[in-house]
């Protein structure tokens, strides 16, 4: 399967399983601008996967209100970019709700998802990573795969966590990556960071279509350099695997953080803060973040704007020599 996919068959899963889940989202009946929702109202009925007016704030709110009143709603944004005016709904009622009511009441069963990232021509509207505006928010889970094995695992979590989530999707990814999927239902730890290459040297955090660039960088640096990385795929975004990255910080000494959002107040900047505060003693070097530039999103400077692998490849070599 490719990643839209193993989503289409997690979301199948979910919807055959559970009799009180929903799907909804602008265009979700015809299978969405990406395919992830196809098929899915001829199986299960209009009344369970349906579309909705053009409104992100009234779809978290439509989904908060269905959650809280017993619902498994799964809710989609049709691109990561337009969520914000839903932020309100998101932050301030879904995220709070179980605390304001004093546990009374939750929308736990809450799941949103939103394609995310670049994608090769989406330009500022169609090409952004907003998971560290929502990583300020106490109550939310924000999850981000890197492949279609760990998105249908991830995705059944998600949607079975007793807490609202975000599972924002590169977009990229939805077609180009393709892997043996087990067609069976399967679930995959939340807040658990994946080693996908063991090494001594330097290592290498990301999440989502940056894992891809960095295990480009790690086979580079060990032809190149003769450097050992250790790449690690952060996978949840909050709440977020520390141990996992501290315990390879003290082995390494050294740490790359990349990301496709901005610098300033990227969630690579709470890694990087956590990190020399666990591990100031054992860093052979300042942590490093390659990221996209503070500007918006570009169209055809795209190439220069990413976090490519020949930019991270280049913050190795000054990791390695400092």
Partial sequence: MNLFQSINNSLDIALSQDPTAII??????????FRCTVGLQEKHGKSRVFNTPLCEQGIA?????AATAGATAIAEIQ???YILPAFDQICNEAAKYRYRSGGIFDCGS????APCSAVGHG???????PEAYFAHCPGLKI???RGPIKAKGLLLSCIRDKNPCLFFEPKILYRSAVEQVPVKEYTMPLSKA????EGDDITLVGWGTQIHVLREVCQLAKDQLNVSCEVIDLVTILPWDKETIAQSVKKTGRLLIAHEAPLTSGFGAEI????QHDCFLNLEAPIARVTGFDTPFPHMFEPFYMPDKWRCFEAVKKLVNY
Avoid: K, M, W
């Fill in 143 to 145: 999850v981000v795969p």
């Fill in 123 to 129: 330009a500022l509207y169609h090409s952004q990573s």
């Fill in 194 to 197: 994946d080693i996908l290459v």
């Fill in 110 to 113: 809450l799941t949103i998802r």
């Fill in 272 to 275: 990087a803060a956590s990190i």
């Fill in 79 to 81: 691109f990561a970019d």
């Fill in 24 to 33: 909804f989202g602008e265009d979700v009946a015809f299978g969405g601008v």
């Fill in 61 to 65: 709110g439509f989904g908060i209100g």
